[in-house]
């Protein structure tokens, strides 16, 4: 790894860190920052479907496993609908989330896939967010693979896919952001 | 305990000990889940012979096959030999179906095809047609929607439904080519199935205070005040739905500005052209009527008014999983089908602005009802009691937006 591959994998890092900051510590407004005008943050649910040709592992690929024909995805976004799902935050009615959850953000096996001749990064990391509520833990463990732009600031979220380890979610709900 | 323990029709309460009792559950499973039309899935789920899904009726995990000729079938999903769940994934397809255990092989439609060591191990005695996959008793659709029953001596179907049809035609039968299914989306909720079936069924009163996040313009005083042109309406047996009456007077145009959310114009302009072949299939007076909530005994709920279906799966007494779907126009365009779908699951999917506060409200419910002391204490079902109303206009007993005349049916 030469010197700039590692200098833009460390502040890609320090990005997905203060990120997770951000969002554990409830500025969600600032979070907002992040996004892109055009930002896409999806989250496809999943199935337990048939594996391809067992002997070839080409095939046992998890995409066959998510956003099927005729399935619904449990996040579609736009910065619009970010921005509400933001906003309602601070009705103070907005129950799951008031009082907020204790949440924190682990980030981790973060990997540049690729980068385009516009410094259009493609990147894919694990997050395991631990959120405590009314006394109970609930762990989700993730895939997010990302559209990250250089910015003034370190990077803007172009698009977000977020692939939950569950196929049915243990959690009752869906109230943190990943 | 008797049922008078339980509930008190003239009073109008129940005990909280229905969502934690497991005698009770125990009970429910057999003589609610195993005499009930349960929704089991949509025929455009099975489009071309062969596909399959995998269900749940009640706690029985249930596989819904379309065999070669066309035929909708549903069979308990286990192997006759020793139990095996059968089918491991949700849906595909597949003529035949291998048990991973011992090997056994079923058709589509159930029969026992062949064991290994037929010959040779089982000497050709082996009674094949007696070791067919257990049939659901009954199984029928209405207007698109599959329902099975475990109940070889159960009503029809349409006898089942009874006046709920009439309501049920509103968001099934609005045009030629009917409607499509999305989804499911699949999660678990620490809750007593019925606190969250009666939501569906009749709680219009918890949406200005629970869901209050989504009208937080709304003054305090209004969160409750009834509604215009809504009403609960009780089609018995059970059933329940909430709907907007709309005048005669009002133009599609008005109509559809008042009922639901915003929208873009491509939805609005597809809304408007199909409300003549509605009026024509509908009448004139459902075409001036949508319903924004409802069930269907025992739980199948819905949230029609963003086209939101959904199953309430017990899974023991205090969990449920839901599986919530997208109900379409299959002859929508597609952008309108996209707008619409993003809609359900921006309200009403898991993560959704509305969803996201229900689940905590039904597992405190549940919570609360295994208090030693709590639990002897009924919990109150009298809204809008003795003021019930008949009109010869909609099937069934109206109450006003809010009333509890939809829990009362639901179970007293």
């Known amino acids: ?10 502040a890609v890092q320090q ?33 337990y479907l048939q594996q391809g040709d067992a002997a070839d592992f080409s095939t046992w690929s998890v995409e066959r496993e998510i956003d099927v024909a005729g399935s619904l995805p449990l996040i579609d976004d ?7 799902r933001v906003g309602r935050l601070q009705t103070g009615m907005a129950w799951a989330e008031t009082p907020p959850s204790i949440t924190r953000r682990l980030v981790t096996n973060v990997e540049i896939l690729d980068e385009d001749p516009q410094g259009r990064l493609s990147v894919t990391s694990a997050i395991l967010l631990s959120k405590v509520r009314s006394g109970e833990r609930v762990i989700f463990t993730a895939e997010r693979r990302d559209q990250l732009i250089p910015s003034d600031n370190g990077f803007r979220l172009l698009d977000r896919y977020v692939i939950l380890d569950d196929v049915v979610l243990a959690s009752g709900n869906l109230s943190v952001l990943f | 305990m008797s049922h008078s323990d339980y509930v008190a029709a003239d009073a109008a309460w129940v ?8 005698v009770l559950y125990d009970l429910e499973q057999q003589r609610i889940f195993g005499r009930s039309w349960l929704l089991l899935g949509h025929v455009s789920q099975l489009p071309v012979p062969g596909a399959f899904l995998r269900t749940n009726m009640g706690e029985e995990s249930v596989l819904v096959t379309r065999d070669r000729d066309g035929e909708i079938h549903a069979h308990l999903n286990a192997c006759r030999h020793r139990g095996f769940q059968l089918c491991q994934q949700d849906r595909g397809v597949a003529h035949s179906f291998q048990c991973r255990y011992h090997g056994w092989v079923y058709a589509s439609h159930g029969a026992l095809l062949g064991v290994p060591g037929q010959a040779t191990l089982y000497y050709n005695e082996l009674d094949k047609p007696r070791w067919g996959l257990v049939p659901v008793a009954r199984v029928d659709t209405y207007k698109g929607l599959i329902f099975g029953n475990f109940d070889p001596d159960a009503p029809p179907l349409s006898d089942f439904l009874g006046d709920m049809a009439w309501y049920l035609d509103i968001i099934l039968d609005r045009r030629l080519g009917g409607t499509e299914l999305l989804g499911p989306q699949r999660w678990r909720i620490a809750a007593n199935w019925k606190i ?3 939501n569906h069924c009749g709680d219009e009163y918890h949406v200005g205070f629970a869901h209050g996040s989504n009208f937080p313009d709304l003054p305090g005083s209004m969160r409750a005040a009834p509604l215009p042109y809504a009403r609960e309406i009780r089609p018995m047996l059970g059933h329940g739905v909430g709907v907007n009456i709309f005048p005669d007077e009002m133009t599609p145009e008005q109509l559809l500005a008042t009922a639901g959310f915003p929208r873009p114009r491509h939805v609005t302009d597809y809304l408007l ?10 009448g004139r007076q459902r075409s001036h009527m949508s319903i924004i909530h409802g069930a269907v005994w025992p739980n199948f709920g819905m949230v029609p008014i963003v086209n939101s279906l959904r199953v309430i799966h017990p899974k023991g007494v205090g969990e449920v999983e839901m599986w919530a779907y997208c109900l379409l126009d299959r002859d929508a365009p597609a952008d309108v089908k996209q707008w619409l779908a993003n809609q359900t699951t921006a309200t009403f999917g898991p993560a959704g602005s509305f969803e996201q506060d229900d689940a905590g409200n039904w597992s405190a419910v549940t919570q609360s009802s295994r208090g030693a002391q709590g639990r002897r204490h009924p919990l109150n079902l009298q809204m809008g009691i003795g003021h019930e109303e008949r009109s010869d206009k909609f099937p069934g007993e109206l109450g006003l937006t809010a009333s509890e005349i939809n829990q009362r049916g639901f179970y007293l």
């Not at chain 1, 900051?21 to 649910?45: A, G, I, K, N, T």
């Not at chain 2, 005990?15 to 497991?22: R, Y």
């Open chain 1, 15 to 47: 990005w997905y860190y203060h990120e997770a900051r951000l969002l554990d510590s409830r500025r969600f407004d600032l979070w907002l920052q992040l996004m892109d005008q055009r930002v896409h943050y999806r989250m496809p649910s999943r199935a």
């Open chain 2, 273 to 282: 052209r199909v409300q003549d072949e509605i009026a024509e299939r509908l």
């Open chain 2, 15 to 22: 005990s909280p000990e229905i969502f934690s009792d497991s």
């Open chain 1, 1 to 10: 790894m030469n010197d700039r591959s590692l200098s833009r994998i460390i």
């Open chain 2, 196 to 198: 969250v079936a009666e």
């Open chain 1, 78 to 84: 736009d910065l619009d609908g970010l921005r509400q």
